[in-house]
């Protein structure tokens, strides 16, 4: 079984930082791709950035050049380094870990919040 459990949350205002961790446990080996998704009340969950097994890393272009994507190769553990946030980007953020033998697994997400 793998869990993942992500932090990092919280209230920030407009223009603040926060990171976002995700830590993946279980049965895990080698190096996975590992993505960040987040939704928006009242959207559908949609894609924020995603880091490959060779570190290649994309992002959306909403949040592209605000937010970037790292992992701690030891712990599996993911990061989401988030700057110059804005309203918008209010939402509860998932960590997603799409492929571990064929399965794909969610953490329990946790909530961002951008208001002054």
């Known amino acids: 079984q793998v869990q993942l459990v992500e932090s990092g949350g919280g209230l920030v205002q407009p223009g603040g930082s926060l990171r976002l961790s995700c830590a993946a446990s279980?049965?895990?080996?080698?190096?996975?791709?590992m993505a960040w998704y987040r939704q928006a009340p009242g959207k559908e969950r949609e894609w924020v950035a995603t880091?490959?097994?060779?570190?290649?890393?994309d992002s959306a272009d909403s949040v592209k050049g605000r937010f970037a994507i790292s992992r701690d190769e030891g712990s599996h553990t993911v990061y989401l380094h988030m700057h110059s946030l804005k309203v918008e980007d209010t939402a509860i953020y998932y960590c997603?870990?799409?492929?571990?033998?064929?399965?794909?697994?969610w953490g329990q997400g946790t909530r961002v919040t951008v208001s002054s």
């Open positions: 997603l870990l799409p492929n571990v033998r064929g399965n794909a697994y």
């Open positions: 279980g049965a895990l080996s080698g190096t996975y791709v």
């Open positions: 880091i490959n097994g060779d570190n290649r890393r």
